[in-house]
């Protein structure tokens, strides 16, 4: 039997009531969702790297950024905080000693409760970077043969952007540790690649179990450690000035390459020639044994150097540091 109209009108009138109802609460939810969503958003990891530090990146011959997200993972991880330096920062080993009788002097600190030995780079570039060198906006520090990162950790937890060169697989690997663990995946940027003076490949000496120790020249390579194996790969070069964009207020670089580093300046020419003020403080290894090994001299890197404008050299270890007067 069909409903009375007045019977059929209550419904509808009940119904339309309860969709009202509905849809404010939904346009009243609707901000509390959406804040929700961006909290929940910026809680997420970041796997890529941030616009900061990548989308600014010139793809030079090839060459991109390292993706550490989509690299495999080397174990096992050695790692720790460093002791003894304003701001600590977190580090990776990639060369672990003889294990298990001989392991590396920081993994038998690591087991005695202590942390890694302060490396003397990464006290000097945060000194320097808490004076003179890093007053003002934060700019972008170079690091050139980075190795495991003890000098680009240290710039990036003082919120210093990174942009950094390592050839060496196994040590990039270990940055990518560092990355993580020091929550700066937004602020360093490295290449798997050598800086040098032109683009294309060379040939690189790896010393097993002394990376660090690893030479583009052979005799270099074995300077210090003539009975460790040695393995030839073949790596990508990039100049700094093929890299670095001409807006970076670029405050300080850092040149490691075991003997190379005439070869990373020259390909670093239009950086160096910035006017003083805006020119970058400058720390190289000046060993003259690893230089003539790559065919270069302490007196010829400084005369480079003397025709960019850097006059003022001073030697501090086997370092030396320079800037414009």
Not at 231 to 242: H, Q
Request: glycine share 6%.
């Amino acid at each position: 039997m069909p409903a009375p109209p007045a019977a059929s009108w209550r419904r509808h009138a009940a119904s339309a009531a309860a969709s009202s109802s509905t849809r404010k609460t939904l346009l009243l939810l609707l901000p509390v969702l959406l804040l929700l969503l961006l909290f929940v958003l910026s809680r997420a990891p970041d796997l890529t790297l941030s616009p900061a530090a990548a989308s600014s990146r010139r793809l030079s011959a090839g060459v991109r950024p390292f993706d550490c997200y989509a690299s495999q993972q080397a174990s096992p991880v050695f790692a720790s905080l460093v002791e003894g330096v304003p701001h600590p920062f977190f580090y990776s080993l990639a060369d672990m000693g003889a294990l298990p009788d001989h392991p590396h002097k920081n993994i038998a600190r690591i087991l005695k409760g202590k942390r890694f030995r302060k490396p003397d780079i990464s006290e000097t570039i945060q000194q320097l970077l808490g004076g003179k060198v890093g007053i003002g906006s934060r700019g972008v520090v170079v690091d050139v043969g980075a190795n495991v990162g003890m000098a680009s950790f240290a710039a990036a937890v003082m919120g210093f952007r990174v942009v950094a060169f390592e050839p060496v697989l196994e040590n990039l690997q270990r940055i990518c540790d560092g990355v993580y663990l020091n929550r700066v995946q937004d602020q360093v940027v490295v290449y798997h690649a050598a800086a040098s003076d032109r683009v294309g490949n060379i040939t690189m000496h790896k010393v097993i179990g002394r990376l660090d120790n690893s030479a583009i020249s052979a005799t270099g390579a074995k300077l210090a450690f003539k009975a460790n194996e040695e393995i030839a790969v073949e790596v990508a070069t990039i100049p700094l000035d093929e890299v670095i964009l001409d807006a970076e207020r670029v405050v300080l670089i850092k040149i490691d390459v075991q003997g190379w580093e005439y070869h990373v300046l020259r390909g670093a020419s239009k950086l160096l020639s910035r006017r003083k003020g805006g020119a970058p403080y400058l720390i190289y290894e000046e060993d003259e044994r690893l230089l003539q090994a790559s065919n270069s001299s302490a007196r010829e890197i400084r005369a480079f150097l003397s025709s960019v404008g850097y006059n003022h050299c001073t030697r501090h270890g086997t370092d030396a540091h320079c800037t414009k007067n």
